[in-house]
T-cell receptor
Framework: SQQGEEDPQALSIQEGENATMNCSYKTSINNLQWYRQNSGRGLVHLILIRSNEREKHSGRLRVTLDTSKKSSSLLITASRAADTASYFCAGVGSARQLTFGSGTQLTVLP | DGGITQSPKYLFRKEGQNVTLSCEQNLNHDAMYWYRQDPGQGLRLIYYSQIVNDFQKGDIAEGYSVSREKKESFPLTVTSAQKNPTAFYLC??????????FGPGTRLTVL
């Protein structure tokens, strides 16, 4: 079963706008991670937020985590055409395995 | 160059044939993983190994087998028992720090 579910499934924005993706998960986690996948390629790790953290920043990325609601959000500011990709959240539980959601397909139009 | 490699990039197989996908890493990571990805879907865990000569089933292990004879290598065999093997297969490794590092993937098509 998949741990996370992303929302929306697809998002299309203009270059320069901000993109927000949401993730909900079902069971307790030690941390939650966001990955990016360009079409037909492997995944690239973007950012990890631990269960005792509420917000984390990395460059143009901002991640929030609300453990009471079992949800997380990824914000990409000042988006670029090169940000076009699929974005996945993945929860890590006590077994230290990643359980992925179904992803958000982001398209940034030039 | 350090990294994780998968070969081949594309693989075609006839029904009823077994096929082995290669995954090699020179990152000195203890843990390695195999995932399957279907179109428009997330990744599902097939098998994982946290140490040489040991591996565990993931969520969808039926019809697959693995071995971990060397730290650097974690090959996946898709057997004829796998009813719907056409998919994108991703291998990953981890230094047991939760973050995983992915290879470029192998796209398997059953003809």
């Amino acid at each position: 079963s998949q741990q996370g579910e992303e929302d929306p499934q697809a998002l299309s924005i203009q270059e320069g706008e901000n993109a927000t993706m949401n993730c909900s998960y079902k069971t307790s986690i030690n941390n939650l991670q966001w990955y990016r996948q360009n079409s037909g390629r492997g995944l690239v790790h973007l950012i990890l937020i631990r269960s005792n953290e509420r917000e984390k920043h990395s460059g143009r990325l901002r991640v929030t985590l609300d453990t009471s609601k079992k949800s997380s959000s990824l914000l990409i500011t000042a988006s670029r055409a090169a940000d076009t990709a699929s974005y996945f959240c993945a929860g890590v539980g006590s077994a230290r395995q990643l359980t992925f959601g179904s992803g958000t397909q982001l398209t940034v139009l030039p | 160059d350090g990294g994780i490699t998968q070969s081949p990039k594309y693989l075609f197989r006839k029904e009823g044939q077994n096929v082995t996908l290669s995954c090699e890493q020179n990152l000195n990571h203890d843990a390695m993983y195999w995932y399957r990805q279907d179109p428009g879907q997330g990744l599902r865990l097939i098998y994982y190994s946290q140490i040489v000569n040991d591996f565990q089933k993931g969520d969808i292990a039926e019809g697959y087998s693995v071995s971990r004879e060397k730290k650097e290598s974690f090959p996946l065999t898709v057997t004829s028992a796998q009813k719907n093997p056409t998919a994108f297969y991703l291998c990953a490794s981890s230094p047991n720090s939760d973050t995983q590092y992915f290879g470029p993937g192998t796209r398997l098509t059953v003809l």
